[in-house]
């Protein structure tokens, strides 16, 4: 099976720190993803990448920066967190080669910016 | 824009009811469509996609949905659901190609069934 697991579950964080959540995938997958959920929003991509290095940005990128130096882990920044940050983080990943290109996803991180 | 869309937020019905959640997409050429769930304080997970082929998809839990390509829709369907069909149910919508591998979520319809 595959597995995404991210590094924390609850994460409680102040306004103005930088704040690290880290995604990391078992099945040698291509893509990796990062959304925040938000009630009656529902997943809005923040960032994604194709490769180890390359990053795309999605439709939210604003306040938030990425990382992929390998291709199992995909990290997401928050560089100076801010209380409209507050949200549910979901990291996923998925792989060019499977027919369909679903994607796997973690069991997320919900972030409280106080 | 390439865009998903839900028309239904919050759906209540009793055990053996029907449902269909409805979806509709923007995207033009080949496209890749999805619907999870998500059951309460677990993680998403995939009911049902459809790439190519049979436009009637048949996916977990009696699950199913029908891609009908001159209504851009692909509806969720189930003809009796149960106490636990109750999550909230995302459509997704991407294209596979090289240089395009996002995905777009709907806003999510949250189903609650009535024992």
């Given at each position: 099976d595959v597995k995404v697991t991210q590094s924390s579950r609850y994460l409680v964080k102040r306004t103005g720190e930088k704040v690290f959540l880290e995604c990391?995938?078992?099945m040698d997958h291509e893509n990796m993803?990062?959304?925040r959920?938000?009630?009656?929003?529902?997943?809005?991509l923040i960032?994604?990448?194709?490769d180890v290095k390359m990053k795309e940005k999605g439709d939210i990128p604003e306040g938030y920066s990425v990382s992929r130096e390998k291709k199992e882990r995909f990290s997401l920044i928050l560089e100076s967190a801010s209380t409209n940050q507050t949200s549910m983080y979901l990291c996923a990943s998925s792989s060019l080669v499977l027919a369909g290109n679903?994607?796997?996803?973690?069991?997320?991180?919900?972030l409280t910016v106080l | 824009a390439q865009s998903v869309s839900q028309h239904n937020h919050h759906v209540i019905l009793s055990e053996a009811a029907s449902l269909e959640l409805g979806c509709n997409y923007s995207y033009g050429g080949t496209v890749n469509l999805f619907w999870y769930v998500q059951y309460p304080g677990q993680h998403l997970q995939l009911l049902l996609k459809y790439f190519s082929g049979d436009p009637l998809v048949k996916?977990?839990?009696g699950f199913e949905a029908e891609f009908i390509k001159s209504k851009f829709s692909f509806n969720l369907r189930k003809p009796s659901v149960q106490w636990s069909?109750?999550?909230?149910?995302?459509?997704?919508?991407?294209?596979?190609?090289?240089?395009?591998n996002d995905m777009r979520f709907g806003a999510g319809t949250r189903l609650t069934v009535k024992p």
């Open positions: 990391v995938q078992d993803f990062w959304y959920q938000d009630p009656g929003l529902g997943l809005r960032y994604f990448s194709y679903e994607q796997f996803f973690g069991p997320g991180t919900r | 996916g977990i839990k069909d109750t999550a909230e149910y995302f459509c997704a919508g991407g294209q596979l190609e090289e240089d395009n």
